[in-house]
Structures are given as C-alpha cells and as structure tokens.
DNA sequence: TATTGACTTGGAGCGAACTTTAAGTGATAT
DNA sequence: ATATCACTTAAAGTTCGCTCCAAGTCAATA
C-alpha cells in the first residue's frame, strides 16, 4: 500500500504518517526499489492502534517510549504495561473532568432554555 | 483578593490567570487606585467557570466567544446556548474516544498480565 | 534610607504536534 | 519526448496555550 492509500483509509495525512515514522511511533517502513514507501499489514495496524491513542490525547514521547520497549522484546512486558497503566490513570482523570464539565454544560443548557421559556427570572452568572 | 491569592485558591498561576484576563476570558478585573488587581466574587466565578471548561479541553477561542457574548446581554441568550450546546457534543465525541481508547488498554494490560502469568503463547501485536 | 518583595506591563520564548515548503526522483499518459 | 503526477527528503513555519523575562512601581520592613 501507498501512502496516499493509507492516508485515506485511516484519515491521517501523508505528512502526518512520514511525520509518525520519522518519530518512530510506527515501526521504519519497508520502501519499493525506487525509495517509496510499502504499507503492509502490520505497519497498518500500527497506524491503527497509533490512531486510537493520539485520538483519545496520549502524547507522542510516551508512545515512542512504547514502541520503544515494544522492539526490545520480551523481556519489556513488565515495563509496557506500567506504562499502559498510568495512561490508563491519565484516561480516567480526563474521563472524570469531561465528566464534570458535560454536567455542567447541561445544567446551564437547561438554565438557557428555561430562560427561553421565560420560566427563569434574569440572573446571569458565568 | 490578590492575584497571588487566587493563583492559590484555584491553582492556576498568575501567569495564567493575568494571559486568561489579556484574552478576555475572564472580565477585566478591578484595580487598586495603584493598579494592582483587586478578584471580586464575581471574577473567581468566573475564573473557576473557565478552570473547569479549559480541564475538559474547550480552547481559548471558544470560550472568548462565550464571553463576549454574554458582554452583549440577554439578547444572545439563543446563540450562548448553542455555543455550549455545540461543545457538549464535542465533549460527548471526546468521551466515546476515551471510552473506546480506555477498553483497548484495558484488553492490552490484560494481555499483558496473563503473559507475566505465562498464560498466553507469545505473539505480540501492537 | 535602603532594600525587600509583591505586584505591574509588553513582549519574547517554549513545547507539542503537526503542516508547509523547496527541491528533487521516477513511472506513466499524451 | 515531455508533461503530469505521486512520491521522496530535510528543514522551516504554524498554532495553541501558556511561561518567562526585563524593566518598572509601590508599600512595608530593617
């Protein structure tokens, strides 16, 4: 597979896929003869799984760290999943102030709305 | 209140707080007869309001909206809601990316334990 | 009186994660 | 043959959200 092609199956730019692999947070892609890149499937799943990560906030230094001790082998499991962990950590947190903030937005929704209504007497507060 | 005592109180730095006031997330606050700034009530609503908003991740921009807003009055009432309506559902968006990102670490650490436990055949996948 | 310390300002600097640019190669279509 | 197109590289540029700096003011303490 091209670039362009896995560009457009993940809806990731071509820029962004050489940028993630000149940071090496996918493993060093295979090239043709002629010095183009060849996506095969376990670079795509890669990509994939890079996707999902950067999509919910994980920053690139710790995903390098991952991929890092990933190509180390076996004997990095106990690292890898202390590391997975406390990205699980940093997810819950976020999940918990996401949290926070939509009850938030929904009861000051419904202030706007019962304002609409004309149910509230005028009392703005941020 | 002093600038330093609300950088405590909401554990935001000065920095932070007087860049937040430049961008007029926050109203202009009061000032000394010798200028230093002098937090109302009403401004550490408002500076706790936009803690909270920023931890969810609503940009600057956004939320500079939101303000200038409700600077104009009663009459934006319509447009302030649909504001806030808009980022729920950015927020509601960044939870399913969460959620989904959260399950997929939890089946890797899973993996990853049952491998400690030798429980699993070794075949790595990213 | 001198100095300490908390504040003020405008503006420069920084790290993260791309994004764009410039200059080039090589295969294919006209 | 020549032009078009997708690709290559290294490096510079951009955006966001702070963060830091220099130079200055003012009030309180030694």
New binding site residues.
């Given amino acids: 597979m091209?670039?362009?092609?896995v560009?457009k199956k993940y809806n990731?730019?071509?820029?962004?896929?050489?940028?993630?692999?000149?940071?090496g947070?996918i493993p060093r892609?295979q090239?043709?003869?002629?010095?183009?890149?060849?996506f095969d499937e376990n670079t795509c799943s890669w990509i994939e799984f890079?996707k999902c990560m950067?999509n919910a906030?994980?920053?690139?230094?710790?995903?390098k760290q991952y991929v890092t001790l990933f190509k180390q082998g076996i004997r990095t499991i106990k690292e890898r999943k202390m590391l997975l962990e406390e990205q699980r950590n940093k997810l819950l947190e976020k999940q918990k102030n996401i949290n926070a903030t939509l009850d938030r937005l929904n009861q000051k929704i419904k202030w706007y709305e019962d304002m609409e209504k004309g149910k509230k007497d005028f009392m703005e507060n941020p």
Same sequence: chains 1, 2.
């Fill in positions: 091209t670039i362009s092609e560009s990731l730019t071509a820029d962004t896929i050489r940028y993630y692999e000149k940071e947070i892609v090239r043709t003869k002629n010095g183009i890149r060849d890079i950067r906030g994980l920053e690139i230094e710790i995903l």
